[in-house]
C-alpha cells in the first residue's frame, strides 16, 4: 500500500473536478479524500495499491471534460487513517 498527495492546477474547480475523482477512486478501488483550496487548485490524497494509486494519478492529468489541468505534483504521503474515499471542503 502506498499513498500519495496530489496537487492539480488549472480549470479544475466548478467542473466537478471533485466528484469526478471521486469516481475514479471508486472504479479504481483507492482510498483517501480530494478538496478544493482557496487558490483555485484542487488537492487529493490517494492511497492503495501501486498500481491503482498511479492510474489515478494518470487520469488526474486529464480530469473531466469541463476541465482544464495545468500540473499535477505529486508528493508521497501518509496513509489515511479511513477507508473509502471522501470529498472535503
Same mark, same amino acid.
Given at each position: ?28 478501488? *483507492? ?5 478544493? +483550496?482557496? &487558490? #483555485?487548485?484542487?488537492? !487529493?490524497? @490517494? ?5 491503482? *494509486? ?5 487520469? +488526474?492529468? &486529464? #480530469?473531466?471534460?469541463? !476541465?482544464? @489541468? ?20
Amino acid at each position: 500500500m502506498i499513498a500519495r498527495h496530489v496537487h492539480v492546477t488549472g480549470r479544475v474547480q466548478g467542473v466537478w473536478f471533485r466528484a469526478w475523482t471521486r469516481e475514479q477512486a471508486l472504479v479504481h478501488g *483507492v482510498s483517501g479524500w480530494v478538496r478544493n +483550496l482557496s &487558490d #483555485g487548485s484542487v488537492e !487529493a490524497v @490517494v492511497a492503495g495499491s501501486e498500481e491503482a *494509486v498511479e492510474a489515478v494519478i494518470a487520469v +488526474l492529468h &486529464d #480530469g473531466p471534460p469541463a !476541465a482544464k @489541468v495545468e500540473d499535477v505534483r505529486v508528493t508521497e504521503a501518509s496513509l489515511p487513517d479511513e477507508t473509502g474515499f471522501r470529498i472535503t471542503g
